[in-house]
C-alpha cells in the first residue's frame, strides 16, 4: 500500500460546528504532516508529527486540533472555525529516521468550506 | 526571506513540445532534496520527479527531467513532448531536515507555483 488516504473528500461546515479530517496510511512512515493550501497558493505546513510526537505547529490558531493515536493514522479536529479558513487540507507522510532525504507522499486533500 | 523562487506564474506550451518550468533555490544545508510536484484542479499533490542535493546526474522520470545547476542554485523541470494532460499547477519544492524535541523531520517549503498550460 503506497497511499496516504483522506476522508472526507468535501466537507462543509458551519462556524459552531465541530468536525474533524481523517488521514491515513500504512507505508511504515513515521512522520505525517498537515498542510493548509488556499487556492492558487502554495501549500503551507500546519503542523508535523514524528514518531506519534507533535514535533511543529506553525503557530496554528486552536480552533485547529490535531491528534495521532497512532502510526498510520492523523485527525484534524475543527472547532468554531470561520470562513477564511475555507481552503484544501492536504495530508502527507514521509519516513524518517534513517540519515537520508525523503520525500512526501499526500493525500487527494479535504475540501473545507466553513458557511 | 524566500527559499524556493518560480518566477513564472503561467507558461503556455503547444502540445507535443518540450517546456520548461523555472525554479530556484535557497539554503545553507549540505544535504537537501529538491522536488517537484504537479497539482490538476482535483487538488491531488502528485509526485514528478527528486534530486539529491549529493546526486552527480540529473533526475529523468519519464517525459519529465530535472536540470539541475548546483552553483546556480537551480532546479527547472523540463516537459518532454507536453500532452494536453499537463495542464496544471507545478510546484518546485525543497526539503531540509529539521530536529525537534529528538526526532527528525522534513520540512518542506515550496514555492509559488506555475500554472502550466498545453494547447492542441
Known amino acids: 500500500d503506497t497511499e496516504v488516504t483522506q476522508t472526507p473528500k468535501h466537507l462543509v461546515m458551519g462556524m459552531t460546528n465541530k468536525k474533524s479530517l481523517k488521514c491515513e496510511q500504512h507505508?511504515?512512515?513515521?512522520?505525517m504532516y498537515w498542510y493548509k493550501q488556499k487556492a492558487k497558493k502554495p501549500p503551507e505546513l500546519m503542523f508535523v508529527?514524528?514518531?506519534?510526537?507533535?514535533?511543529i505547529n506553525e503557530s496554528v490558531p486552536s480552533r485547529f486540533s490535531p491528534e495521532c493515536p497512532n502510526s498510520s493514522l492523523l485527525n484534524l479536529h475543527l472547532h468554531a472555525l470561520q470562513p477564511e479558513d475555507s481552503a484544501l487540507y492536504l495530508c502527507?507522510?514521509?519516513?524518517?529516521?534513517?540519515?537520508?532525504?525523503?520525500?512526501?507522499?499526500f493525500g487527494s486533500g479535504t475540501r473545507l468550506t466553513v458557511v | 526571506a524566500q527559499k524556493i523562487t518560480q518566477t513564472q506564474p503561467g507558461m503556455f506550451v503547444q502540445e507535443k513540445e518540450a517546456v520548461t518550468l523555472d525554479c530556484t533555490y535557497d539554503?545553507?544545508?549540505?544535504?537537501?532534496?529538491l522536488f517537484w510536484y504537479k497539482q490538476p484542479s482535483s487538488g491531488e499533490m502528485i509526485f514528478l520527479i527528486y534530486?539529491?542535493?549529493?546526486?552527480?546526474q540529473n533526475a529523468t522520470e519519464g517525459r519529465y527531467s530535472l536540470n539541475f545547476q548546483k552553483a546556480r542554485k537551480s532546479a527547472n523541470l523540463v516537459i518532454s513532448a507536453s500532452q494536453l494532460g499537463d495542464s496544471a499547477m507545478y510546484f518546485c519544492?525543497?526539503?531540509?531536515?529539521?530536529?525537534?524535541?529528538?526526532?527528525?523531520?522534513?520540512?518542506?517549503?515550496f514555492g509559488q507555483g506555475t500554472i502550466l498550460t498545453v494547447h492542441p
Open positions: 502527507a507522510s514521509s519516513q524518517e529516521g534513517t540519515g537520508a532525504i525523503y520525500g512526501y507522499t
Open positions: 534530486q539529491g542535493s549529493y546526486d552527480q
Open positions: 507505508m511504515g512512515h513515521r512522520a
Open positions: 508529527y514524528s514518531y506519534e510526537k507533535l514535533s
Open positions: 539554503t545553507s544545508d549540505p544535504s537537501y532534496g
Open positions: 519544492a525543497m526539503r531540509e531536515r529539521r530536529f525537534a524535541g529528538g526526532t527528525s523531520y522534513g520540512k518542506l517549503t
